[in-house]
């Protein structure tokens, strides 16, 4: 069924994608669409724009909308548009460009597109084709729908917070924005399978995609070990629950870090060999520590006795001698010493990119190559910064045009 | 196409065949998604990986992943996070070190869309099945490797799973308790992320062979998923030199944020007060309104300052309430609130199970479970339960017979010769 045509710069190079993003989840699936090549058109309020930009942080601690870390980093590669959606001009001008658009991403509390007139039932009218995807954090239905959250509140409902943490302590979330990230990823595969299927039946859809299903989806193993023995998945501390030694345990310090290391040993066999290296197979005789399973259940007692030998080591001897072995350790990173890991280094992860306000920086980039069409990046849109671009562009609209809906507030 | 027990209607990725290779859970993961959306998907057993040959009793209940403890006779069939992973998929047996096994591989790999694998760098090629063969029997072919650290630089054969991964990324070092050190995730977190951008990947390659008649290569590095989920925080400290401290439950712009707790063993409520209209309302459903002009909790800086103090007060307020209670209560005045659900709740979760969230799968060994249905809601062309985790070989005669065109007695042979069969291979411990 394939077609052959003249390979283009970008897998999603023909695709042209509005979004009508805000802060994380809608803009970072945005952003994906728009590190194949696709026209992403960043949709915002011509006042302030995304709530993104107010959050940072910023250079020096000092809030800028055009220097925020979180914007720049979910809408690499965007060009930006003001529109004021709440105004009828406005959703005027944005159905007009419904008619050019294939994709169309949002992550409104559910109602607000309807309550503008701009609901897949209007806008697929109006352009049949339209893949449009909606994120919310409880989904477009059900009794929590217009509940409010954030990270901590959807880990908290998805089942992960409960099992993160110390069993004698509070439960954790994480910092960052990990329940929103799941969820753009899961729209952005729904977004292609939903032009795989257009390309098969020639119509777009609509996307529902929960944050709270999102996050429910990524740890099957508290949900399995529910439905086939009732077992409740508790917090194990800082480890992995039923192996052990699959945790960070202390080392010796070295170059001014405080010396940690993560080891991921449920092997049985990786568990005799790492013994050997630490000249104590003697434990293994110990009914205690005979395999990592029992010794999950003694772990406290099992880090005492490695403790001496952790402790005359660093985490580079640690990692390599048992890397060596083919024992799974790992370095235990920060944020910035994440920038100078040698691996990431080699692959060339980090993307050094220029922007007028923020500087040259270095982005994340993405975790995958594809042979035959590289990832683009490019840094964030401005606030508006193509919005005479897009409108001339897209829908041929002349200076007078432009001043007229820029004079309303429009743009 | 005519895959055995095939629905009515057409998914997504209806014809789309896939070879999976993938263990664990990071490639089950996303060829998960993908049988979910329709996808084909042809699971390849190595026997000698699925695990011991006899499971106790004992370690069935320290696991607690088989039915009711009960590992039966062929555990192997009945192990229901196994059974998760591989529904809507097919399964066969290759021993891939055979000459014989490599061959029918080959085949396979001839006549499907996808390759998915997610071993160490080495073993690919090790097995001489790598890209650049697979692409010379078929160009359109997609291969997707998933190794941990990628397949080049200083890391490249380094040994991982999700939960080394977890710190080595920077994601461990976003959770903990104030001032500790980086935790990792209770869930192996990095696993299931990292399968999310395959599948991402995969999709959007099949995209591009609609229009270019050509396959491709997707090489991942799960440690680099990881990084790109805290891609906001590794730019944040170039622009401000500050590395984020571990601040619990706690917020940067927000408080009362934290989990509480309330009545009963080890029930927890979280509560983000956001704005000074949350904060207001707050102070009003506690019974406390004389707080938004208390000079400790007036403005949010107040509340910053006297964190500790504020968080006693909210526990005091919630500890003799029922979680459920306290999150109406909550969210009806607009504050987010949600009860810190274990496994129980959360498959019992009213608002789930009003969305038809879970599947229940009905497998011929393991029984009948619930499982995560798929996110992913497409109005026309959903995701569905095509069918329940096949059994360890249960699609030799289709995969074999129908689709490569192997005689009955061929099939046999290959039984006697070992490069296929229905039960584990003997591991040396």
């Not at chain 1, 897998?11 to 993003?21: F, G, I, R, Y």
């Not at chain 1, 169309?104 to 697929?124: Q, R, W």
């Not at chain 2, 009793?57 to 196994?82: F, K």
């Not at chain 2, 569905?384 to 985790?389: F, T």
Request: charged share 20%.
């Amino acid at each position: 069924m394939a077609t052959v045509s003249e390979p283009t710069q970008g897998a999603l190079s023909e695709l042209t994608v509005l979004d009508l993003s805000h802060h994380v989840a809608g803009a970072y699936c945005g952003k994906l669409l728009a590190a194949f090549g696709a026209e992403v058109i960043k949709v915002e309020a011509p006042e302030g724009g995304d709530v993104a930009r107010q959050v940072g942080p910023f250079p020096n601690g000092k809030p800028d909308p055009e220097s925020s870390a979180l914007y720049l980093y979910l809408n690499m590669g965007k060009k930006g548009l003001t529109l004021d959606l709440i105004s009828d001009e406005g959703a005027g001008v944005l159905k007009e460009l419904v008619v050019k658009a294939d994709v169309l991403i949002e992550n409104f509390a559910p109602g607000v597109m309807e309550s503008m007139g701009l609901d897949y039932t209007t806008l697929s009218a109006i352009n049949p084709r339209l893949v449009m995807a909606s994120i919310s954090n409880f989904g477009q239905s059900g009794p929590y729908r217009d509940y409010r959250a954030d990270t901590m509140v959807e880990m908290a409902l998805s089942g992960q917070m409960y099992v993160n943490g110390d069993p004698d302590r509070e439960p954790l979330t994480s910092a960052g924005y990990q329940p929103s990230y799941q969820a753009a990823l899961y729209t952005y595969s729904g977004i292609m399978a939903a032009l795989l299927a257009r390309d098969r039946d020639g119509k777009g859809q609509y996307i529902d995609v929960s944050i709270q299903e999102a996050m429910a989806s990524e740890h099957q193993f508290t949900l399995n070990g529910f439905t086939a023995s009732g077992k409740i998945r508790m917090r194990a501390g800082n480890r992995y629950g039923s192996v052990h030694p699959t945790t960070i345990l202390p080392c010796k310090a070295s170059n001014g870090k405080p010396g940690l290391v993560s080891l991921g040993i449920s092997d049985p066999t990786q568990y005799v060999l790492f013994l050997q290296l630490l000249d104590m197979s003697e434990l293994l005789d110990d009914p205690r520590f005979a395999n990592p399973t029992l010794c999950a259940n003694n772990h406290e007692a099992f880090n005492a006795l490695v403790h001496p030998w952790f402790m005359e080591h660093s985490a580079e001897e640690i990692v390599h001698a048992l890397q060596d072995n083919r024992i799974p350790a790992a370095f235990v990173n920060e944020v910035n010493e994440v920038l100078e890991d040698p691996q990431y280094e080699y692959r060339g992860f980090w993307k050094a990119i220029e922007h007028p306000v923020a500087g040259t920086r270095r982005y994340a980039g993405l975790p995958y190559h594809l042979s035959e069409a590289p990832p683009v990046y490019d840094r964030a849109n401005l606030l508006g910064e193509h919005t005479d671009e897009v409108l001339a562009g897209k829908l041929n609209y002349d200076g007078e045009r432009l001043a007229q809906l820029r004079e309303g507030g429009v743009i | 196409m005519s895959s055995p027990e095939s629905p009515d209607a057409k998914g997504p990725l209806d014809g789309v065949r896939v070879v999976d290779l993938s263990r664990v859970w990071a490639g089950p993961h996303c060829t998960r998604i993908l049988a979910d959306l329709g996808a084909e998907v042809i699971h390849i057993s190595g026997r000698g990986l699925v695990g011991r040959r006899t499971v106790t009793r004992e370690t069935a209940e320290a696991i607690g992943i088989y039915p009711d403890n009960e590992p039966g006779e062929r555990h192997w069939n009945r192990h229901v996070l196994n059974n998760d992973m591989l529904r809507n998929k097919l399964d066969i047996t290759l021993e891939l070190n055979t000459e014989r096994g490599v061959e029918l591989f080959k085949r396979l790999v001839k006549i499907s869309d996808i390759v998915i694998e997610n071993y160490s760098p080495r073993v690919m090629p090790k097995l001489g099945i790598d890209y650049p063969v697979l692409k010379a029997i078929n160009p359109a072919i997609i291969y997707c490797s998933m190794p941990g650290y990628g397949a080049e630089g200083p890391f490249q054969h380094f040994v991982s799973y999700g939960t080394t991964i977890d710190p080595h990324s920077g994601l461990a070092s976003r959770m903990g308790y104030p001032g500790e050190e980086p935790h990792m995730s209770g869930n192996a977190y990095p696993d299931p992320a990292s399968g999310m951008f395959a599948t991402g990947a995969i999709m959007t390659a099949l995209f591009a062979r609609n229009r270019t008649g050509k396959g491709q290569c997707i090489a991942m590095a799960q440690s680099e998923s990881g990084a790109a989920l805290t891609g906001e925080a590794s730019l944040g400290y170039q622009l401000s030199s500050e590395v984020p401290p571990r601040i619990g439950n706690g917020h940067v712009r927000k408080a009362p944020h934290g989990a509480y707790p309330t009545r009963g063993n080890d029930k927890w409520i979280a509560i983000s007060v956001g704005s000074e209209d949350q904060w207001a309302a707050f102070c009003g459903e506690i019974n406390s309104p004389e707080w938004v002009t208390d000079e400790r909790f007036g403005t949010l800086e107040d509340r910053m300052q006297n964190q500790a103090e504020l968080d006693r007060l909210v526990s005091e307020w919630t500890c003799d309430k029922n979680a459920y209670d306290v999150m109406r209560q909550l969210q009806a005045v607009g504050i987010a609130a949600g009860v810190v659900v274990n496994a129980d709740e959360l498959m019992n979760d009213e608002h789930l199970n009003d969305r038809g969230f879970f599947w229940k799968f009905d497998h011929p060994e393991a029984g009948t479970h619930s499982h995560a249905g798929q996110p992913i809601r497409l109005s026309e062309t959903p995701a569905r339960h095509y069918r329940p985790a096949p059994t360890l070989g249960q699609h030799h005669p289709y995969v074999l017979g129908e689709l490569l065109g192997l005689s009955n007695d061929e099939i046999s042979a290959l039984e006697e010769s070992g490069v296929i069969g229905y039960e584990p291979l003997v591991r040396e411990l």
